[in-house]
């Protein structure tokens, strides 16, 4: 209601009373502003059809209310499409939920701790698809009753009696007790978290994800992408599929080679980005020896997870997606036929976040850059002047971008990246292009 005040969000995610260094939130839920419950029923016809250019600038002015923020982001990473009925999209969920859980299934049939409730945080074989010996811990809540003990090492020495294993099930299982262990590191300064079938649920989704995505499998900061899904989707499958989302997005900055490393074309991106915005602050890195701006990694990795209390990271990302917002994802996703194809082409650039229709007022062969770039430059513009007076090497560059844990705003950065995106694309159209 207009004129009620601002309700701080924090107690829609709990913190544990012992974790008192933890940041508070920026986020206020603000009637108007907040995209609320009602606004949200209102922006469906009677059949269930989204008006999603309703939505978006409500978003980026206010963010979400975290009762309905799950089913929204369903939406803004392109689980659904706008124009689908209620109808259509039950059918499609219900479709969704059985593949996950013939997914999980084939995951259980290979190493049954898989949807057990339990997880591992040790090493069950070796690279070379040998079992390892050592007695293994299965993380697990209590030994009640209807919860099977798993023995992992006989698991792997039954697997390999019967035949050398595939190289795709030694690489999986390689990464199990990976994902298990930072599984324990995940937010752990949430209440929800302390029950552990809500750690075994998203150690699963972590499994099954690797098993399905060969090229990437799973690294290291992937469960800070995932935790949320698991928080805001009851259902399992729901998350799983909100992550896989999430993950046709990121997924170019986990794929690694021998020699590179694929968030590294983010990071010469943000380096071209802030030659232009900023000359100096880029000449003063490059001589310090930060010029591969190796420093920004994280933030572009988790998307400023480490950087902003965990109720801000969801409140920030909600409205990068409102502002890159692209109603044409979810057929490409799908695989669409040409006839599907051939309707994209008449969608309103209403329904397009503010930051996409810039960028497809750009005609050009390279693909536009995402807002997570801008926003790490937009972090480093507003310490230009501290990293130009202070940092004398690489060690006070990362100092300084450590010290703004929990100061940041959230708003704030993401206007502020849209200026920077103006401005870019405007200064990088009057530069003499190479022929």
Known sequence: MWGAPAEPADSYYEVRPECTDVPTTKFKIKPGKTLSVRKWQAAFSPDGQLDISKTLGRIHRGGIHPTIRGEVWEFLLCCFDPRSTYEEREELRLERREQYEKLKAVCHEI??????????????I??????????LVLQEASNAAGVETHNSTEIVKDM???????????????LLHQIGLDVKRTDRSLVFYEKQENLSKLWDILAVYAWID??????????DLCSPMIILLEHEADAFWCFERLMRRLRGNFRCTESSVGVESQLSHLAMVTQVIDPKLHQHLETLG????????RMLMVLFRREFSFCDSLYLWE?????????????????????????LKSRSMRNYGKFERENMKMK???????????????????????????????????????????????????????????KYLKKASQQPKLT
């Open 111 to 124: 190493f049954p701790v898989i949807g057990s409730g339990q997880f591992i945080t040790a090493p069950v």
């Open 126 to 135: 070796t690279e070379d698809g040998q079992p390892i010996e050592e007695p």
């Open 160 to 174: 390999i009696s019967k035949g050398p294993l595939d190289k795709r099930i030694v690489n999986w299982l390689l």
């Open 214 to 223: 060969t090229d990437v499998g799973y690294c290291q900061g992937m469960s």
């Open 290 to 297: 930060g010029g591969d701006y190796l420093f920004a990694v």
């Open 319 to 343: 409205m990068m997606w409102a502002l890159e917002y692209d109603p044409d994802l979810f057929y490409l996703y799908e695989e669409p036929s040409m006839e599907e194809s051939s309707k």
């Open 364 to 422: 050009g062969e390279e693909a536009p850059l995402p807002i997570s770039v801008f926003l790490v430059a937009s972090v480093l513009k507003d310490k230009s002047t501290q990293l130009l007076h202070e940092a004398r090497g690489l060690d006070d560059v990362v100092k300084i971008l450590n010290d703004i844990t929990g100061s940041l705003d959230a708003k704030k950065a993401c206007n502020e990246a849209i200026k920077l995106h103006k």
